[in-house]
């Protein structure tokens, strides 16, 4: 079970995604933290969930990010 899906993070506003990636980043980095230090983690899969939701936050912006710039494009060339 993912920790977020792609249909809950298209769903959200830029704000909402900075906030929750941010709050995976420092998770992850505590846990990571925690193995390099010789600590065992409670759920060692859970560090593969927080980069796969990362990757999927990620990917939303870049999908967004490149819609904008293929219509700000598009517009150029109709003019």
């Known amino acids: 079970m993912p920790i977020i899906r792609i249909k809950e993070i298209r769903e959200m506003s ?20 925690m193995v390099k230090a010789g600590g065992t983690v409670e759920n060692p899969a859970r560090i593969k969930e927080l980069r796969k939701a990362i990757a999927r936050i990620l990917t939303v912006e870049n999908e967004q990010k490149l819609e904008i710039k293929t219509a700000n494009v598009k517009e150029r060339r109709g003019k």
Do not use: A, D, I, S
């Open 14 to 33: 830029p704000e909402e995604r900075r906030k929750k990636l941010n709050e995976f980043r420092t998770e992850l980095l505590r846990l990571k933290t």
